[in-house]
């Protein structure tokens, strides 16, 4: 029987999206203040700088990702010097602007009543910056302690020790089939896909079940709960 729901962060629980595009659009008006040479650097380039960056780090902590793509942007208008106080514009604006999905709170207030509730990220949105200051009985970070990012199986045994109970007891839910879905299901948790795209499902994953919002949870539970009990009451 379940006991602990575990959430990711980014795109799951928080509307992660306007938030790095209004600390971009900060540091863009910030360079444009500082040196006539940005006014050819455009939102674009900046988005495909932490592209970039994070598809050769994917591995680093975010906050590195960031501040390495930051430079790259910065590089562009030779403002290299400015590296600090740009970062720290970027990350006071992109906290600022963070909040989770309206779904959210309402959701985890029906949902602590039965179940433990968790929070593990790869990502540096930290619940008590992000709108979800007390929602969780634990938060997990990767990168702290040495905990490595998703999918890493590590990562996943790391959620199990936090939830104090065995593997098979712990749902994760998350937006990312890869490191969601497939990974928690390789450590033997249960995984919900929480699809709120509405893509389609390859047909070689499976998760436990799937979700537009955090607000059908709840009701995909209670079916989820009824299913296990049918099935155990049939073993004799």
Same mark, same amino acid.
């Given at each position: 029987?379940?006991?602990?729901?575990?959430? +990711?962060?980014?795109?799951?629980?928080?509307?992660?999206?306007?938030?790095?595009?209004?600390?971009?659009?900060?540091?863009?008006?910030? $360079?444009?203040?500082?040196?006539?040479?940005?006014?050819? #650097?455009?939102?674009?380039?900046?988005?495909?700088?932490?592209?970039?960056?994070?598809?050769?780090? $994917?591995?680093?902590?975010?906050?590195?990702?960031?501040?390495?793509?930051?430079?790259?942007?910065?590089?562009?208008?030779?403002?290299?010097? !400015?590296? @600090?106080?740009?970062?720290?514009?970027?990350?006071?604006?992109?906290?600022? *602007?963070?909040?989770?999905?309206?779904?959210? *709170?309402?959701?985890?207030? #029906?949902?602590? =009543?039965?179940?433990?509730?968790?929070?593990?990220?790869?990502?540096?949105?930290?619940?008590? /910056?992000?709108?979800?200051?007390?929602?969780?009985?634990?938060?997990?970070?990767? !990168?702290?302690?040495?905990?490595?990012?998703?999918?890493?199986?590590?990562?996943?045994?790391?959620? #199990?020790?936090?939830?104090?109970?065995?593997?098979?007891?712990?749902?994760?839910?998350? +937006?990312?089939?890869? !490191?969601?879905?497939?990974?928690? =299901?390789?450590?033997?948790?249960?995984?919900?896909?929480?699809?709120?795209?509405?893509?389609?499902?390859?047909?070689?994953?499976?998760? +436990?079940? =799937?979700?537009?919002?955090?607000?059908?949870?709840?009701?995909? *539970?209670?079916?989820?709960?009824?299913?296990?009990?049918? @099935? !155990?009451? /049939?073993?004799?």
């Amino acid at each position: 029987m379940l006991t602990t729901i575990v959430f +990711d962060a980014d795109e799951t629980l928080i509307d992660l999206r306007p938030a790095v595009t209004g600390g971009l659009v900060a540091v863009l008006e910030a $360079m444009r203040r500082l040196t006539p040479a940005a006014v050819d #650097v455009s939102l674009a380039d900046l988005e495909l700088d932490w592209a970039a960056v994070f598809g050769e780090s $994917m591995a680093a902590p975010v906050t590195e990702i960031r501040r390495a793509a930051l430079a790259r942007s910065l590089s562009r208008a030779g403002l290299d010097a !400015h590296l @600090d106080d740009i970062a720290a514009l970027f990350f006071a604006r992109r906290f600022a *602007l963070t909040r989770p999905f309206p779904d959210v *709170l309402p959701a985890l207030a #029906v949902l602590r =009543q039965r179940w433990t509730l968790g929070f593990a990220t790869n990502g540096n949105s930290r619940a008590e /910056r992000c709108g979800l200051a007390g929602e969780f009985a634990f938060e997990l970070y990767a !990168h702290e302690n040495g905990l490595p990012k998703k999918p890493a199986v590590e990562f996943y045994a790391a959620v #199990v020790e936090a939830a104090g109970v065995s593997a098979s007891r712990v749902l994760y839910v998350g +937006d990312s089939l890869e !490191h969601d879905v497939v990974a928690a =299901q390789r450590a033997g948790l249960r995984a919900v896909w929480l699809n709120r795209s509405g893509l389609p499902c390859p047909a070689d994953v499976f998760p +436990d079940g =799937q979700v537009s919002t955090v607000a059908e949870l709840p009701g995909l *539970l209670a079916d989820m709960a009824g299913e296990f009990s049918a @099935d !155990h009451s /049939r073993v004799p």
